[in-house]
């Protein structure tokens, strides 16, 4: 963010390229990457957010592991990872913030990996936009709105992982 004459000017961030390996079943949909994440360039990279935590219970690694094996173990399971926005304005790292959004071709995303049958929205702003940009274009996808894994989402980490654990049965 740069400040100019006084006033505030927000700066334009950019999302990641999905991690997507062959054959991917379940597609989780967050929003945008947070401050700590664009800065680590890593999907959910701010320690606090419950996501690599949850996914090393789930699949048997250590969320502390290398990013590379963390995503090449999530990939090995049928899982990609994408956001539901390309880019927008933001000042910090809170959804509530979010101006002047761009979204992402989770379409042709999609189109390109058609073993993809369910989208889990990580949060209500990404259900959201997903059921706003998403869903007409898609009809035979089931979303499937899970609970933030972001630390903004006070909900105990046990109670994230009781839903969240419902991914093991749609990957089966």
Do not use: H
Not at 130 to 152: H, V
């Amino acid at each position: 963010m740069q400040e100019r004459t006084g006033v505030f000017v927000m700066e334009r961030i950019e999302s990641f390229e999905p991690i997507v390996g062959e054959e991917p079943r379940v597609l989780i949909l967050g929003t945008m990457p947070s401050v700590k994440s664009l800065e680590f360039q890593e999907y959910y990279g701010y320690g606090r957010n419950q996501f690599w935590r949850i996914m090393g219970d789930l699949f048997g690694f250590d969320r502390n592991d290398p990013y590379t094996i963390r995503t090449a173990k999530i990939i090995a399971q049928g899982v990609a990872v994408w956001d539901v926005m390309q880019s927008c304005e933001r000042k910090g790292s809170l959804d509530k913030d979010i101006k002047n959004a761009e979204y992402n071709d989770i379409v042709g995303l999609i189109r390109l990996n058609p073993s993809i049958r369910i989208v889990i929205a990580n949060g209500g702003k990404a259900r959201d936009v997903y059921n706003k940009q998403f869903r007409e274009a898609l009809p035979q996808i089931e979303m499937i709105p899970y609970c933030s894994t972001s630390p903004a989402n006070a909900i105990a980490y046990e109670k994230k992982m009781q839903q969240w654990r419902g991914i093991l049965q749609l990957l089966d």
